[in-house]
């Protein structure tokens, strides 16, 4: 199962795409930062849309899994975050991709076993569970953490079905 | 010069239609209101980008205006707006129309005369303007309040930039 995970931001969008096979392992495929920075706006929206849907075509994952936002530092941040989750959102729902949210929570409990890790544990625990060569940039190594969360409990869903259909 | 007004929103989306002739003259072509509440949250933000591909597919807008949001009720609401006034600005910037945005002041005056106008007021004088035969729905006449005022800013860049190229 391949599986991007996106970590939305009105200036930088993370984006991490790993593989999870049937043994529960997992493999590390591309990460990377969208910089909107520095563009207005509205190109800005515009910019997180487009280029999300061509990695969509560059690397053709099966499953999304973004972070729920549940707070921002004020209603002017919380609206310019929501716009870019928006856009990465469109992208993902119109590639047909079935799309699952974590609280930072799940994803942090998820990548380093705790839900009040430093990003920088986050970035070096990524880059030990994918076998990276260097811990990839803040908002790729979230994404990729939320990646892996969506892996973790797609193992959990897989191994409940059984005994759900007996 | 054909636009469409936006007033953008999680439940509800307004949309509005008008021709604005080179004398100033406006013609109503279409209004309504995506009503997506009653679905879960991510199949708003996909259902609010299709239905507004499908409008613009029909209609065949020019220009695009819509509502800038400055403040909401709190971070929760504002994140959820965002994320609704993302997926409307993917579907007009993904048909290359050119957007502007007004603030909710400019709007008003644009359509009532004053920048503190009701609801209902709104509705009636839109109706007025565009000779409608009842009033529109609250949603749908912002959005035509929205498209009237781009009317009118696009007059007054009109005249204005003959004595610049001079």
């Not at 994952?61 to 972070?67: F, L, R, S």
Request: contains cysteine; hydrophobic residues 45%; glycine residues 10%.
């Amino acid at each position: 199962m391949r599986i991007i995970g996106i970590d939305p931001g009105s200036l930088r969008t993370g984006y991490g795409i790993i593989e999870s096979d049937a043994a529960g392992e997992l493999r590390h495929v591309a990460h990377g930062c969208l910089n909107v920075s520095g563009q207005p706006f509205l190109e800005r929206i515009g910019a997180i849309y487009r280029e999300l849907k061509q990695i969509i075509g560059t690397y053709h994952p099966e499953e999304a899994a973004i972070e729920q936002v549940f707070m921002a530092r004020n209603a002017d941040s919380a609206l310019k975050l929501g716009q870019a989750r928006g856009a990465a959102l469109v992208a993902l729902l119109e590639a047909g991709l079935p799309v699952e949210e974590y609280t930072a929570l799940q994803i942090k409990k998820a990548a380093v076993g705790g839900g009040h890790a430093a990003k920088e544990q986050v970035q070096s625990m990524v880059r030990w569970l994918l076998k990276l060569s260097e811990n990839p940039q803040a908002d790729a190594a979230d994404a990729l953490a939320c990646a892996i969360c969506h892996a973790h409990h797609g193992r959990t869903r897989q191994r409940w079905q059984p005994a759900v259909s007996r």
